[in-house]
T-cell receptor, first 113, second 116 residues
């Protein structure tokens, strides 16, 4: 069964450093998303992406964040200068094709020290 | 803005018994989708069941079923014959859309414990 994959599973970085989180969505999906979940809290929407551009973004998704689909398979989230409060689980999801359900990847746990 | 409320932070149920998790939401839209996601300790988000708002019939997926009350804006999840593997956080989620493929708004979750 096709699935969304994410790498790395865990990333530790120092405050102020740039990180890139990578996702490979399901191959026939057209819509891509990033969500984050701070430990013990609910899952929050960051950004959606369709047709090579951002469809919608939340207030969390400020100028420090960017997304890109550099090739036909990868979908990346970049945080330019990480802060302690960026520590969270980051989930990629995709949807489209013949289904509207969003399928989530296993997540990347980002720890900013 | 849409909001999703899960008023039960924690629930527990005896193995093989039935448990119902509550969810209410607020929206002015008439077309939307509702979902229940399961998050086990691995923290993977797993889709459990979905409901289209235009369908009056409640969705069912094996031991999982929903009670969708559109007028009351209520969307509860019933788990029958609870199993140890059902232990997880359960999140209710709302998606506003005429066509699908929009952002999900999640509730704060209910932690379900299964008692052997």
């Amino acid at each position: 069964e096709p699935e969304v994959t994410q790498t790395p599973s865990h990333q530790v970085t120092q405050m102020g450093q740039e990180v890139i989180l990578r996702c490979v969505p399901i191959s026939n999906h057209l819509y891509f998303y990033w969500y984050r979940q701070i430990l013990g809290q609910k899952v929050e929407f960051l950004v959606s992406f369709y047709n090579n551009e951002i469809s919608e973004k939340s207030e969390i998704f400020d100028d420090q964040f960017s997304v890109e689909r550099p090739d036909g398979s990868n979908f990346t989230l970049k945080i330019r200068s990480t802060k302690l409060e960026d520590s969270a689980m980051y989930f990629c999801a995709s949807s489209g094709g013949d289904s509207y359900e969003q399928y989530f990847g296993p997540g990347t746990r980002l720890t900013v020290t | 803005a849409q909001t999703v409320t899960q008023s039960q932070p924690e629930m527990s149920v005896q193995e093989a018994e039935t448990v119902t998790l509550s969810c209410t939401y607020d929206t002015s839209e008439s077309d939307y989708y509702l979902f229940w996601y399961k998050q086990p300790p691995s923290r993977q988000m797993i889709l459990v069941i979905r409901q289209e708002a235009y369908k009056q019939q409640n969705a069912t997926e094996n031991r999982f079923s929903v009670n969708f009350q559109k007028a009351a804006k209520s969307f509860s999840l019933k788990i029958s014959d609870s199993q140890l593997g059902d232990a997880a956080m359960y999140f209710c989620a709302y998606e506003e859309s005429d066509f699908g493929n929009e952002k999900l708004t999640f509730g704060t979750g209910t932690r379900l414990t299964i008692i052997p």
